[in-house]
């Protein structure tokens, strides 16, 4: 079955950086868009970065840009984000989902992983 298992988050200072991974199983990754998204204590889902099958094509808000990147490596079936320059207001769990529709990085998504904690703190 179709499983996404995100990795890599722990505590980090303000100014810092994490690398968090997604590993897909269970269909052909090569073939989907993926998305990062991220829940604040208390608050609703905010989309982070997309990036559509290929890798050649990626997407941020203007609250990340310039600061993460994501990526992914088709042969490994993983999703990567590297997010630099944290502040405390990227504290989140951050999910990984699979777009629904086989190259398009558009809602909807039908899979999501269980979630990685991010904790931005001195």
């Known amino acids: 079955q179709v499983q996404l298992v995100e990795s890599g988050g722990g505590l980090v200072q303000p100014g810092g950086s994490l690398r968090l991974s997604c590993a897909a199983s269970?269909?052909?990754?090569?073939?989907?868009?993926i998305i990062w998204v991220r829940q604040a204590p208390g608050k609703g889902l905010e989309w982070v970065s997309a990036?559509?099958?290929?890798?050649?094509?990626?997407y941020y808000p203007d609250s990340v840009k310039g600061r993460f990147t994501i990526s992914r490596d088709n042969a490994k079936n993983t999703l990567y984000l590297q997010m630099n320059s944290l502040k405390p207001e990227d504290t989140a769990v951050y999910y990984c989902?699979?777009?629904?529709?086989?190259?398009?990085?558009?809602?909807?998504?039908?899979?999501w992983g269980q979630g990685t904690q991010v904790t931005v703190s001195s």
């Open positions: 990036i559509n099958s290929g890798g050649g094509s990626t």
């Open positions: 269970g269909f052909t990754f090569s073939n989907y868009g």
């Open positions: 989902a699979k777009a629904l529709v086989a190259t398009s990085t558009r809602r909807p998504y039908d899979y």
